[in-house]
Structure formats: C-alpha cells, structure tokens
C-alpha cells in the first residue's frame, strides 16, 4: 500500500515556474514507477511525464518536453516535477501516481495509486 501527497501547486504567470512535489509513504515506493498526470476542467485525465523506480529512465508528454523535468529521490520518498516557462494551457489539477509495474508507462490504468491532486493556475 502506497499513499500520495502532492504540494506545490498555485497560482503563477505565465512564463514562470512552479516545483511539485509528492511525497510517498509505503515501503515499495523504490521499485515504482511514478508519473505525474494532470486534468483540466471538462478535460479527461492527460498524462505529463514519468520515471523509472532507478531514476534512469524518463518520459514526457510532448506538450511539456523541454519545459518539465521529472525526477525522485528514493531515500527521501518523493517525486518532483519541475515546471518552466509555464502557459496558461498548463493550468489543471496535477496528480501524482504510482505504477503497477516495472515499465513506464502513459496512461492512467497503469498506475494504482493516486494522490488527491495540487492545483496549478497559470494567469496570462
């Protein structure tokens, strides 16, 4: 059992920055894989980026490559997402997940485990 939380979210303009953060309790959370997924208002869940449980490996969404930078610390139990040059087409609850199993994957039936969602807003 693995439980989820995310900070780091609010309001910011266009152009800056935003760090999320989720920090996982559970003793497995070394061996996951874990993405960041996110969901906007009348929108259906998209995926952002994921990582590998070794830190080795990542993916992104192409709508964010280039600006976000996903990454972990498995002695610390957390994940992060670095956000730059953020648009207002970012703005969307962001949630954190855990994987099912050893290969990234991009959609959300491959993850078992969510937290409750941050929100990000990104004014123009």
């Known amino acids: 059992q693995i439980q989820l939380v995310e900070s780091g979210g609010g309001l910011v303009q266009a152009g800056g920055s935003l760090r999320l953060s989720c920090a996982a309790s559970?003793?497995?959370?070394?061996?996951?894989?874990m993405g960041w997924f996110r969901q906007a208002p009348g929108k259906e869940r998209e995926f952002v980026a994921a990582?590998?449980?070794?830190?080795?490996?990542?993916t992104y969404a192409d709508s964010v490559k280039g600006r976000f930078t996903i990454s972990r610390s498995n002695a610390k139990h957390t994940v992060y997402l670095q956000m730059n040059s953020l648009k207002p087409e970012d703005t969307a609850v962001y949630y954190c997940?855990?994987?099912?199993?050893?290969?990234?994957?991009?959609?959300?039936?491959?993850?078992?485990?969510w937290g409750q969602g941050t929100q990000v807003t990104v004014s123009s």
């Open positions: 997940a855990a994987g099912l199993g050893v290969v990234i994957t991009t959609v959300p039936n491959g993850y078992g485990y």
């Open positions: 990582i590998s449980w070794s830190g080795g490996t990542t």
């Open positions: 559970g003793r497995t959370f070394s061996s996951k894989v």
